[in-house]
C-alpha cells in the first residue's frame, strides 16, 4: 500500500476507526508526500500513519500489522497510571519505603525516599541493573548512590520496570487486562486484544538474576498506536468524555529534565517532550522505539504520526538516521 490517496484500498480503509481527507485538507504537499512514500520504500520502513485532527491524510505500509512497541511501553503506561491516580489508588508524592518496595538488590534507605513522581520521571536516583537493559543503557548507568531521589535524569529500565510494578500493585490488575478494558476497547482498537505470549499482544520480560521488577512489553499496530496518540491529543478526551484526566495529559507532558539543550528535547512523566516555543499553547511529545519506531503528538499542528518497522525480523534496514529524516520530511511537506 502506497501513500494516500494514491494506493489506498477503499475496502480496507472502510474496515477501520479513520476518515480519510487529502494532503491539501490537511495543509500538506500531495508531492512532498510522493516523495517521503519513495524515502520509506528505499530506506525499509513498515508503515507510516499521519492523522490530522483525526483523520487520516497519508497512509504507507501495512498500518494493522502488530509489531513490538519497544520503548513506547512507557507512554501507554502513562495512561494507566494518570487512571489510577485519579481513582485515588496511586500518590506520586508516595516514596518506596512507605509502598515497601525493594530489589533483590536491597535498596539502601536514602533509595528509599524516592517517590513515585520520581520513579515516572526516571529521577529515581537508583542504579541498579533492569530487565531488559541494553548494553548501552548497562554502560551508561550512573555509579550507585551519585545522585539522590529527584536529583539527576538518567533513562532508566529499572525506573520504568518499577512504574509497571507501582500500577499493578496499586491496581490490584494487570497492566494489560487494564489497557485493554481502560483504553483500547473505549478507543474502538481493533488489533490489540490483551493476549499474552511472546508472539502476541504483551509478555512480561523476566530477569530474575538482574531484578524482581519484569519488563512489560506490548504489540500494537499502527492503527491502534495512531488511535492512543489521537486520545492524547485531545487532552484525554474521547466521544465527549474523559478517557484520562486532562489535568495528567497536561503534567506528563511538561518538560522535566533537559535532555538535549540543542534541539529542545526534554522529559515529562513517561514521554519524551519538545521544549515549547514562545506562543506554544501545549508542548509537543512523542516516545520512540530502539530509535525507529515512534509515536508523536504535535498540538500546535493538530498532527500524530506513527511510524513501525518489523524489528522482530532480523536484517531490517531502517535506523535511527533515517527515523530523523523521516520526521524532517513530514514537517517539511506542510504548506507554509
Excluded: C
Excluded at 476507526?17 to 528505499?42: D, H, M, N, T, V
Excluded at 484520562?244 to 507532558?253: E, G, K
Aim: without cysteine.
Amino acid at each position: 500500500m502506497g501513500a494516500w490517496p494514491l494506493l489506498v484500498s477503499p475496502a480496507f480503509a472502510a474496515a477501520d476507526a479513520f476518515e480519510r481527507i487529502g494532503p491539501e485538507a490537511a495543509g500538506y504537499s500531495s508531492e512532498k508526500l510522493a516523495a517521503l512514500a519513495a524515502f520509506l520504500q528505499q530506506a525499509g520502513s513498515e508503515s507510516l500513519l499521519l492523522l490530522h485532527d483525526g483523520k487520516v491524510f497519508f497512509e504507507w505500509g501495512d498500518i494493522r500489522q502488530k509489531r513490538l512497541v519497544h520503548s513506547m511501553r512507557k507512554a501507554l503506561l502513562s495512561s494507566l497510571v494518570g487512571q489510577a491516580e485519579a481513582r485515588g489508588q496511586i500518590r506520586l508524592e508516595a516514596t518506596l519505603a512507605q509502598l515497601g518496595i525493594d530489589d533483590d538488590t536491597p535498596l539502601t534507605e536514602r533509595e528509599k525516599q524516592a517517590r513515585v513522581v520520581d520513579v515516572l520521571a526516571s529521577r529515581s536516583g537508583v542504579y541498579l541493573p533492569a530487565a531488559a537493559e541494553s548494553a548501552g543503557m548497562a554502560a551508561a548507568r550512573p555509579p550507585r548512590h551519585s545522585a539522590a531521589p529527584g536529583e539527576r535524569y538518567y533513562y532508566n529500565n529499572w525506573d520504568f520496570n518499577l512504574a509497571g510494578h507501582l500500577f499493578e500493585q496499586a491496581s490490584g490488575r494487570t497492566i494489560y487486562n487494564a489497557f485493554l478494558t481502560d483504553i483500547a476497547r473505549p478507543l474502538g482498537m481493533l488489533d490489540y486484544g490483551g493476549v499474552l505470549g511472546e508472539q502476541a499482544d504483551g509478555f512480561y520480560q523476566r530477569e530474575p538474576e538482574r531484578s524482581r521488577y519484569p519488563a512489560y512489553h506490548f504489540r500494537l499496530s499502527a492503527h491502534d498506536l495512531a488511535l492512543y496518540g489521537q486520545l492524547w491529543l485531545q487532552r484525554g478526551q474521547w466521544r465527549g468524555k474523559p478517557l484520562v484526566p486532562a489535568s495528567w495529559v497536561d503534567r506528563s507532558t511538561q518538560p522535566i529534565s533537559l535532555v538535549e539543550p540543542r534541539w529542545g528535547l526534554a522529559y515529562g512523566l513517561l514521554w519524551d517532550v519538545l521544549v515549547p516555543e514562545p506562543g506554544d499553547e501545549r508542548p509537543s511529545f512523542f516516545h520512540t522505539g530502539v530509535g525507529v519506531h515512534m509515536l508523536g503528538v504535535y498540538p500546535k499542528h493538530g498532527l500524530v504520526m506513527v511510524h513501525r518497522v518489523d524489528t522482530e525480523r532480523e536484517g531490517y534496514r531502517f535506523n535511527d538516521g533515517d527515523l530523523v529524516q523521516l520526521i524532517r520530511q513530514v514537517h517539511g511537506a506542510r504548506l507554509r
